[in-house]
Structures are given as structure tokens and as C-alpha cells.
């Protein structure tokens, strides 16, 4: 029988799967590209990992590893240390400038973090309200749904981008 707390490790593992083959062995230029003025595979895998990681350790009361890992110090952005990429300007995207080992181990921390908290989870831990600044309030079920969905689509975008440029850079 598969377990709440089984399919959501499944997810979050697809996430980090993803997101780390879209990263492949790029170098910062060509993680930094952004066609078409959109944005970049650096700022798309940065920005999924901070929602992830600021929403999990909200949800648990738990710490974020951007902060408690020192993840903040290796990425030196000249940005808050709060933030999370959500209404970045265009300016700000390309400010994120990482190597594909950065990113992808930031982004492994925090799927590890999170899928020692979902082990945990019981069906009934679902309906806990989390955020009650939204109306109706957050449960913590839909809650780690938007951050599944958010994660696989900007992995996804990750991976569009990477086609763009894998295909005029000769890889």
C-alpha cells in the first residue's frame, strides 16, 4: 500500500531529479543565459529550491538550509537573504549566477530536508492550517501541492531553457 508520506517523497524526488538533469553540465554562462529575455536555468533552479526550502521549514517550524546550511554564503547574492525570487525584476534574475554543483547541491539539501519531514507526515497532519493569511486559510496539504506544482513546472521551464541553449551552443 503506498503512503501519503511515500507518494509525496516521490514528488519531491522528481522535483530534485529534474532540476538536476536541466543543470547537466553546464557551465555559469550558459546557466546564466536568459532567451528571449526570460528566465535563466540558474535562476529558475534557485528560485524552485528557496520556495521549496522557505515553505517546507515554514510548514515544519523547522530552519531553512538557505540560512542554517550557510547556503546564502556560498551563493553570495546581492539580495536579502529572505528572499525567494517570487516578483523579481529583471535586474534581480540576473544577479543569480551559479555553477550547476552549487545549485544542485543546494537543491539536494533541501529535498533532503524535506523528505525526512514528509517521512513523518501522517494522513491526518494534512488538514493543519499553515498559513492563515490566505482566505480560505492554507492547509498544509495544499500547501506542499503549490510546491510540488510550482517546483515541476519551473523544472520543467529549467529544462525548456536548456534546450534553447544546448541547441546553439553545439552540446
Same mark, same amino acid.
Do not use: K
Given at each position: ?5 511515500? !507518494? ?15 543543470? $547537466? ?11 528571449? $529575455? ?6 529558475? #533552479? ?23 546550511? $550557510? ?29 550547476? *554543483?552549487?545549485?544542485? $547541491? ?11 519531514? #514528509?517521512?513523518? !507526515? ?8 499553515? *498559513?492563515?493569511?490566505? *482566505?480560505?486559510?492554507? %492547509? !498544509?496539504?495544499?500547501? !506542499?501541492? %503549490? ?19 544546448? %541547441?546553439?551552443?553545439?552540446?
Amino acid at each position: 500500500m503506498v503512503t501519503t508520506a511515500a !507518494l509525496l517523497d516521490d514528488a519531491f524526488t522528481r522535483i530534485e531529479s529534474a532540476a538536476a538533469a536541466a543543470l $547537466g553540465n553546464l557551465s555559469r554562462d550558459e546557466l546564466a543565459e536568459r532567451p528571449g $529575455g526570460n528566465n535563466s536555468i540558474a535562476w529558475l #533552479v534557485w528560485h524552485l529550491a528557496r520556495v521549496q526550502d522557505d515553505h517546507i521549514a515554514d510548514a515544519c517550524g523547522g530552519a531553512q538550509a538557505w540560512v542554517a546550511e $550557510g547556503w546564502h554564503e556560498r551563493f553570495d547574492l546581492p539580495v536579502p537573504v529572505e528572499d525567494t525570487g517570487y516578483g523579481y525584476t529583471s535586474e534581480q534574475v540576473d544577479s543569480v549566477v551559479a555553477s550547476a *554543483d552549487l545549485l544542485a $547541491g543546494y537543491l539536494r539539501a533541501v529535498t533532503e530536508r524535506t523528505r525526512r519531514y #514528509v517521512a513523518t !507526515l501522517r494522513d491526518e497532519d494534512l488538514d493543519r492550517i499553515v *498559513d492563515e493569511r490566505w *482566505d480560505p486559510p492554507v %492547509s !498544509l496539504a495544499v500547501r !506542499l501541492v %503549490s510546491v510540488i506544482a510550482d517546483g515541476l513546472q519551473h523544472a520543467g521551464q529549467a529544462a525548456y531553457v536548456r534546450g534553447i541553449v544546448t %541547441s546553439r551552443g553545439g552540446h
